[in-house]
Protein backbone atom coordinates (compact mmCIF):
# COMPACT_ATOMS: atom_id res chain seq x y z
CA UNK A 1 0.00 0.00 0.00
CA UNK A 2 3.23 2.77 1.13
CA UNK A 3 6.23 2.61 -0.23
CA UNK A 4 8.66 0.99 1.95
CA UNK A 5 10.49 4.63 3.61
CA UNK A 6 6.81 5.57 4.16
CA UNK A 7 5.93 2.65 5.14
CA UNK A 8 8.55 2.54 7.77
CA UNK A 9 8.08 6.42 8.94
CA UNK A 10 4.48 5.40 9.57
CA UNK A 11 5.28 2.37 11.91
CA UNK A 12 8.56 4.18 13.92
CA UNK A 13 5.56 7.28 14.55
CA UNK A 14 3.36 4.51 15.86
CA UNK A 15 5.75 3.63 18.57
CA UNK A 16 4.90 7.40 20.07
CA UNK A 17 2.61 7.06 22.67
CA UNK A 18 -0.57 7.92 21.80
CA UNK A 19 -0.18 7.54 18.66
CA UNK A 20 -2.26 5.25 16.57
CA UNK A 21 -2.00 3.99 12.88
CA UNK A 22 -4.54 6.64 11.54
CA UNK A 23 -2.13 9.59 13.46
CA UNK A 24 1.10 8.05 12.14
CA UNK A 25 0.10 7.98 9.02
CA UNK A 26 -1.75 12.06 8.89
CA UNK A 27 1.82 12.54 10.69
CA UNK A 28 3.97 10.60 8.03
CA UNK A 29 2.06 12.20 5.00
CA UNK A 30 2.41 15.47 6.62
CA UNK A 31 6.27 15.29 7.28
CA UNK A 32 6.53 14.40 3.35
CA UNK A 33 5.10 17.07 2.08
CA UNK A 34 7.11 19.73 3.99
CA UNK A 35 10.22 21.39 2.95
CA UNK A 36 13.32 19.02 3.24
CA UNK A 37 14.94 21.75 5.33
CA UNK A 38 11.88 21.85 7.80
CA UNK A 39 12.52 17.70 8.29
CA UNK A 40 16.37 18.44 9.01
CA UNK A 41 15.59 21.00 11.42
CA UNK A 42 13.33 18.07 13.34
CA UNK A 43 15.57 14.94 13.12
CA UNK A 44 18.36 17.45 14.04
CA UNK A 45 16.53 18.44 17.38
CA UNK A 46 16.09 14.72 17.75
CA UNK A 47 19.31 14.06 17.96
CA UNK A 48 20.38 17.06 19.57
CA UNK A 49 17.82 16.59 22.71
CA UNK A 50 18.41 12.70 22.68
CA UNK A 51 22.24 13.41 22.67
CA UNK A 52 22.09 16.57 25.60
CA UNK A 53 19.59 15.95 27.77
CA UNK A 54 19.32 14.17 31.22
CA UNK A 55 18.22 13.45 34.41
CA UNK A 56 19.24 16.18 36.75
CA UNK A 57 21.39 14.70 39.33
CA UNK A 58 19.41 16.46 42.41
CA UNK A 59 15.89 16.56 41.32
CA UNK A 60 15.70 14.06 38.10
CA UNK A 61 13.81 16.38 35.96
CA UNK A 62 15.09 16.36 32.41
CA UNK A 63 18.05 18.73 31.79
CA UNK A 64 20.37 19.52 29.28
CA UNK A 65 22.40 21.08 32.24
CA UNK A 66 23.26 19.69 35.73
CA UNK A 67 21.47 20.84 38.28
CA UNK A 68 18.62 21.66 36.21
CA UNK A 69 17.18 25.49 35.80
CA UNK A 70 14.88 24.99 38.87
CA UNK A 71 17.67 23.34 40.96
CA UNK A 72 19.84 26.06 40.79
CA UNK A 73 17.52 29.39 40.44
CA UNK A 74 17.72 31.26 43.34
CA UNK A 75 14.17 32.56 43.52
CA UNK A 76 13.04 29.06 44.35
CA UNK A 77 11.90 28.28 48.08
CA UNK A 78 14.17 25.78 48.75
CA UNK A 79 11.79 24.70 51.85
CA UNK A 80 9.25 23.50 49.72
CA UNK A 81 9.16 20.79 47.60
CA UNK A 82 6.79 18.87 45.34
CA UNK A 83 6.84 15.39 44.94
CA UNK A 84 5.84 14.41 41.46
CA UNK A 85 5.58 10.52 39.50
CA UNK A 86 7.12 11.97 36.32
CA UNK A 87 8.51 15.02 34.36
CA UNK A 88 5.00 15.08 33.09
CA UNK A 89 3.80 16.57 36.40
CA UNK A 90 6.42 18.34 36.82
CA UNK A 91 5.46 20.60 34.01
CA UNK A 92 2.19 20.19 34.92
CA UNK A 93 2.66 22.27 37.82
CA UNK A 94 5.04 24.83 36.06
CA UNK A 95 2.80 25.71 33.92
CA UNK A 96 0.20 27.15 36.89
CA UNK A 97 2.96 29.54 37.83
CA UNK A 98 1.52 28.80 41.84
CA UNK A 99 4.64 26.75 43.05
CA UNK A 100 7.70 28.47 43.67
CA UNK A 101 9.37 25.34 45.49
CA UNK A 102 11.85 22.46 44.34
CA UNK A 103 11.09 19.01 43.16
CA UNK A 104 11.90 15.32 43.19
CA UNK A 105 10.63 12.80 40.17
CA UNK A 106 10.26 9.92 41.80
CA UNK A 107 9.99 8.18 37.97
CA UNK A 108 6.77 6.52 38.26
CA UNK A 109 4.50 4.78 40.16
CA UNK A 110 5.20 1.70 42.76
CA UNK A 111 3.38 -1.20 40.64
CA UNK A 112 4.37 -4.87 41.68
CA UNK A 113 2.16 -6.14 38.62
CA UNK A 114 4.95 -3.93 36.34
CA UNK A 115 7.32 -4.91 38.09
CA UNK A 116 8.08 -1.45 39.56
CA UNK A 117 8.99 -1.15 43.30
CA UNK A 118 11.13 0.73 45.57
CA UNK A 119 14.57 0.36 43.68
CA UNK A 120 13.02 1.16 40.40
CA UNK A 121 12.23 4.82 41.50
CA UNK A 122 14.02 7.52 42.77
CA UNK A 123 12.64 7.39 46.61
CA UNK A 124 15.75 6.13 48.72
CA UNK A 125 17.11 9.41 46.84
CA UNK A 126 14.60 11.54 47.92
CA UNK A 127 15.12 10.09 51.29
CA UNK A 128 18.96 11.13 51.40
CA UNK A 129 17.90 14.60 49.65
CA UNK A 130 15.39 15.33 52.12
CA UNK A 131 17.79 14.36 55.26
CA UNK A 132 20.56 16.51 53.92
CA UNK A 133 18.89 19.34 52.68
CA UNK A 134 16.01 19.58 55.68
CA UNK A 135 13.18 20.57 53.67
CA UNK A 136 10.04 22.11 55.67
CA UNK A 137 7.12 21.08 53.76
CA UNK A 138 6.73 17.86 50.96
CA UNK A 139 3.59 18.32 48.48
CA UNK A 140 2.58 15.33 46.90
CA UNK A 141 1.10 15.92 43.21
CA UNK A 142 0.52 12.18 42.50
CA UNK A 143 -2.30 11.36 40.86
CA UNK A 144 -5.22 9.93 42.78
CA UNK A 145 -4.71 6.21 41.92
CA UNK A 146 -4.18 2.70 43.54
CA UNK A 147 -1.01 2.82 42.81
CA UNK A 148 -0.50 6.66 43.36
CA UNK A 149 -1.99 5.95 47.01
CA UNK A 150 0.56 3.52 47.71
CA UNK A 151 3.38 5.02 46.14
CA UNK A 152 2.79 8.13 48.74
CA UNK A 153 2.60 6.14 51.66
CA UNK A 154 5.77 3.87 50.90
CA UNK A 155 7.99 7.47 50.59
CA UNK A 156 6.27 8.48 53.93
CA UNK A 157 7.25 5.35 55.58
CA UNK A 158 10.19 5.91 54.39
CA UNK A 159 10.78 9.50 55.27
CA UNK A 160 9.41 9.67 58.69
CA UNK A 161 12.57 8.34 60.35
CA UNK A 162 15.04 10.73 58.77
CA UNK A 163 12.85 13.44 59.15
CA UNK A 164 9.91 12.89 61.67
CA UNK A 165 8.67 16.98 62.00
CA UNK A 166 8.82 17.54 58.13
CA UNK A 167 5.04 18.28 56.73
CA UNK A 168 3.66 16.10 54.26
CA UNK A 169 0.57 17.28 52.40
CA UNK A 170 -0.93 16.09 48.45
CA UNK A 171 -2.76 18.24 46.56
CA UNK A 172 -6.63 18.67 47.05
CA UNK A 173 -9.24 16.43 45.13
CA UNK A 174 -12.43 18.52 43.52
CA UNK A 175 -14.23 19.68 41.15
CA UNK A 176 -12.74 21.24 37.85
CA UNK A 177 -13.77 24.58 37.07
CA UNK A 178 -17.14 25.00 34.98
CA UNK A 179 -18.06 21.35 36.25
CA UNK A 180 -21.42 20.47 36.44
CA UNK A 181 -22.12 18.64 39.91
CA UNK A 182 -24.48 16.27 39.25
CA UNK A 183 -22.25 14.44 36.57
CA UNK A 184 -19.67 14.13 39.44
CA UNK A 185 -18.94 10.57 40.88
CA UNK A 186 -19.32 9.95 43.78
CA UNK A 187 -15.36 9.63 44.97
CA UNK A 188 -14.97 13.23 43.34
CA UNK A 189 -17.87 14.63 45.21
CA UNK A 190 -16.50 13.47 48.69
CA UNK A 191 -13.06 14.45 48.06
CA UNK A 192 -14.31 17.83 47.34
CA UNK A 193 -16.26 17.62 50.74
CA UNK A 194 -13.34 16.46 52.50
CA UNK A 195 -11.56 19.82 50.83
CA UNK A 196 -13.92 22.37 51.08
CA UNK A 197 -12.74 25.42 52.08
CA UNK A 198 -13.90 28.66 54.04
CA UNK A 199 -15.52 31.63 52.06
Not at 26 to 50: D, Q, S, W
Not at 112 to 120: L, R, S
Request: proline share 6%; with cysteine; net charge neutral.
Amino acid sequence: MYTRPLARLIEELQRLPGIGSKTAQRLALHLINRPAGEIEALAKALLEAKQTVRHCSICFNWSAEDPCEICRSPQRDPSLWCVVADVKDLIAMERTREFKGLYHVLGGLISPMNGIGVDQLHIRELVARVAREKPQELIFAISPSVEGEVTMHVVKDYLKPVAPTLRMTRLAFGLPMGSELEYADEVTLARALEARQEL
